[in-house]
Every structure is written in C-alpha cells, then in structure tokens.
C-alpha cells in the first residue's frame, strides 16, 4: 500500500486548508486510517483518526475545527481544517492500519502545513 498526501499550504491564522491523502497499490488491506503531524523539535502526534466504517476521533487541540473523512471507494482520505492557529504549523502525515494486523502499517510522505499569524 503506498499512501500520497497532498493540500498542505500556507495560510493565515484563521484560514482553511483540505488535505488529501490518496491509497494506491493493495488497497484491500487498508484498516483504520489517521492524520499525525510532527513540529520543529516535538514528537509526532495524532490529529484524527477514522475507522474503516467512518467512525472518527479526534485530538483535543483540534476538536470543532477539524473534520476527518474517507471515502473508501475512492480510497482517499480527507482532513478539513478550519480556523486554523500558528500552533498548527507542522508537517502532515497520513497512516493507514493494515487488515493484516497491528504490526503492518502504512505511512504517507507528509505535506507541510503552515499557518502564519
């Protein structure tokens, strides 16, 4: 499974940016999907995660302002973030669990995200 994420940008603190992450190659096996994201110097985080019937989760940092989706038949999952914070500066990366158990996953390149103040 080869996971592409796209949408990062730079924007203005209360703006908006759609990310996209598109699952190519053995799609059959992919699980539960997330968002992570990493800043300069800081661990990688989870940002929303979102089970394979459409179930999601959320960080509290990005609760109201965020909405994770996928749309399997397209096998692509989307991350909608609103009102966007300077602390939202990070690179972006999207994961994907694997129906062939815990220990496979799946990780994308990351997309830089940066939102100005």
């Known amino acids: 499974v080869q996971l592409q994420a796209s949408g990062g940008g730079m924007v203005q603190a209360g703006g908006s940016l759609r990310l996209s992450c598109a699952a190519s190659g053995s799609t059959y096996l992919i699980n539960d999907m997330a968002w992570y994201r990493q800043a300069p110097g800081k661990e990688r985080e989870l940002v929303a995660s979102i089970t394979r019937l459409g179930t999601p989760n959320y960080a509290d940092s990005v609760k109201g302002r965020s909405t994770i989706s996928r749309d399997n038949a397209k096998n692509t999952m989307y991350l909608q973030m609103n009102n966007l914070k300077p602390e939202d500066t990070a690179v972006y990366y999207c994961?994907?669990?694997?129906?062939?158990?815990?220990?496979?996953?799946?990780w994308g390149q990351g997309t830089q995200v940066t939102v100005s103040s």
């Open positions: 994961y994907s669990g694997s129906r062939l158990g815990v220990e496979y996953e799946y």
